[in-house]
């Protein structure tokens, strides 16, 4: 079984599951109630120095990551704390596969899912495209931050998902956490010692100069770092568990 075959699965079971399905057809009503009203905001302010792009396509980019730092965690609880609970962790312990093949395949599964709502996200501000002029730079540079974010929460996700046998503990777990990653900005403006630490921390910073149309390494260093950090220590907590069974 390889990492891709595990994605595929896992991509698989998210299709087949009624959760699923109930959380994209929030997630793009809500949506679309965004992307409406930003275009309403925008055709009652002609005369406004932003244009489409700016006012549309980057509110929409902005407030959809705050709709789906709330759904990732529902998404991601059940990655490994329901193979846990179900007994199936145990065969998986058993197959001729590394630990490493089951936690890529499992973060490639979910980030196959969370790609296409960025797909169907896309499309409405592309939409405009037919009565007015797009800055596809910036939208290309809101698209790949919004990748990114999320691959970062679901990173933070998985590895919450390794330490419990209950999703909903999980969900909660990843859930504080990303609160917490999301606001750390707010201590860094009480402390003007840390106030440089604090907002490289921050998740959220790194993801408004993708909103701002700006693609900085550093920006692009720190979602990867984080990604690779949590997916690293998702792969040690199964290790150990596997020396533990």
Partial sequence: MT?????????????????????????????????????????G???????????????????????????????????????????????????PVRMSEIILGKYLGLMGFLGLMVLMLLAMP??????????????????????????????AGLYMSTLTRQPAVAA??????LLFLWFINWLGQESARFSEVLHYLSIVDHYSSFLRGGIDSVDIGYYLLFIGSFLILSIRRLDSARLQA
């Avoid at 699965?9 to 959380?23: G, T």
């Fill in 126 to 155: 592309l939409s405009l495209a037919v009565g007015t002029h797009l800055d596809y730079g910036k939208l290309a540079s809101s698209t790949l931050g919004l990748l990114l974010l999320l691959g970062a929460f679901a990173s």
């Fill in 45 to 95: 302010n002609p005369a406004g120095v932003e244009g489409v792009t700016d006012q549309v396509a980057a509110g929409l980019f902005s407030l959809a990551s705050i709709v789906l730092l709330m759904i990732v965690p529902l998404l991601s609880m059940r990655l490994m704390s329901e193979e846990r609970r179900s007994g199936s962790l145990t065969l998986l312990f058993s197959a």
């Fill in 3 to 43: 990492t891709f075959s595990i994605a595929w699965r896992e991509l698989r079971n998210l299709f087949l599951s009624p959760l699923a399905w109930c959380v994209l057809a929030v997630v793009q009503v809500i949506h679309a109630w965004i992307f409406l009203t930003r275009v309403d905001s925008f055709r």
């Fill in 172 to 177: 909660v777990a990843s859930l504080g956490l």
